[in-house]
């Protein structure tokens, strides 16, 4: 499965419904802004009208890339342990896009599900902050997360044991 596959089955179902929802709603009002006061008077609609009233439907599908796009940002930020509901909110109200840009600057890294709890688990984090479980191997000495392939530890140099996590007996 493609990078881009995963994160798009990320977009929540309900994303899909609330944008066609939405659109649905945009053109009818257009419909009404433009076709309704001819029709009512039972005049023909000029053609230029009916012009406009395409134009402005078709700029309204662009709200559909921004509300999948602000779907993304809430299962994603959830699924990094951000605050999901306050991303969603900058990234609605921050106008031209600009909360989502923000969103994918400053997100969080990824976190990985606990294995024994399924709570995510930050990047930088050793233990679950749930249920405790030791998640990641650690400096003996700062106790902070080290990656594979270390000798020393990458924040206070201490050297670590070359076979790896189990704590010791
Ligand atoms: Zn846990
Ligand atoms: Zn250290």
Known sequence: MSRFRQEWDLIPGAAFVIAGVLYLAYVTLMA??????????GDAVHPIVWGWFLVTAALGVLMVPFILLVGYVWSD??????????????????PNAIGIILYFILRDPLSVPCPSCQAPVGKELVCCASCGTVVRPSCPECRRATRDGWTHCGYCGAALRPSTPSPAP
């Open 77 to 94: 930020a959830k699924r990094r342990g951000m605050n999901a509901v306050l991303w969603v909110l900058l990234a609605i109200f921050i």
């Open 32 to 41: 009404f802004v433009w076709l309704a006061g001819p029709i009512v008077e």
